[in-house]
């Protein structure tokens, strides 16, 4: 999880709110991702990043949007157009010479 | 999309056995990667086997890949309780977009 952190680790949501979630790295590196994973299954993409100022959609982006203004942050915005967002979030990062993917410790979001 | 299904589901073994999962795959891949995950923790690199390898090991992990059947196994051997977690297969298909597209999990118990 180093050089990664997701805020908050919890996150409450009532039905019909906006939330962001908040992904942070002091890695340097250039590409960033947020995934979904649901109970007992695996990873889903929804948006990732392979520059500042630009990303694009994953498998699931629909209800979700991020922005990349920074190298360093890419938040995700969890809209009221997700209607199944209850799910753990994580976001993930890969620099330019390698193909693995470094995992923040993920944020668990929960509407009410 | 999930390119990739791992089998089994789950795995208990004894502590001091050996815990052996299988990935399988649909498209062609730049290489496939696992991760491990640890309950309610983001992902964890373990190894990464390019589609040109056949077998790669580090310490008392043992990946092997054949591209024919498009299959992957991971072998962890003579594990310990702190083995215990959810094991998945990543696959970084050839489409230079660098996304990684999980499989389902295989979560190994490992009983003391």
């Known amino acids: 999880d180093g050089g990664i952190t997701q805020s908050p680790k919890y996150l409450f949501r009532k039905e019909g709110q906006n939330v962001t979630l908040s992904c942070e790295q002091n890695?340097?590196?250039?590409?960033m991702y947020w995934y979904r994973q649901d109970p007992g299954q695996g990873l889903r993409l929804i948006y990732y990043?392979?520059?500042?100022?630009?990303?694009q959609k994953g498998d699931i982006a629909e209800g979700y949007s991020v922005s990349r203004e920074k190298k360093e942050s890419f938040p995700l915005t969890v809209t009221s157009a997700q209607k199944n967002p209850t799910a753990f979030y994580l976001c993930?990062?890969?620099?330019?010479?390698?193909?693995?993917?470094?995992f923040g410790p993920g944020t668990r979001l929960t509407v009410l | 999309s999930q390119q990739g299904e791992e089998d089994p589901q789950a795995l208990s073994i004894q502590e001091g056995e050996n815990a052996t999962m299988n990935c399988s795959y649909k498209?062609?891949?730049?290489?496939l990667q696992w991760y491990r995950q640890n309950s309610g923790r983001g992902l964890v690199h373990l190894i990464l086997?390019?589609?040109?390898?056949r077998e790669k090991h580090s310490g008392r992990l043992r990946v092997t890949l054949d591209t024919s059947k498009k299959s992957s196994s991971l072998l962890i051997t003579a594990s310990r309780a702190a083995d215990t977690a959810s094991y998945f297969c990543a696959t970084d298909v050839m489409d230079s977009s660098y996304k990684l597209i999980f499989g389902s999990g295989t979560r190994l118990l490992v009983r003391p």
């Open positions: 990043s392979q520059i500042v100022n630009d990303f």
């Open positions: 993930a990062t890969r620099g330019v010479s390698t193909d693995t993917q470094y």
């Open positions: 498209t062609s891949i730049n290489n």
């Open positions: 086997i390019r589609s040109n390898e």
């Open positions: 890695l340097n590196h250039d590409a």
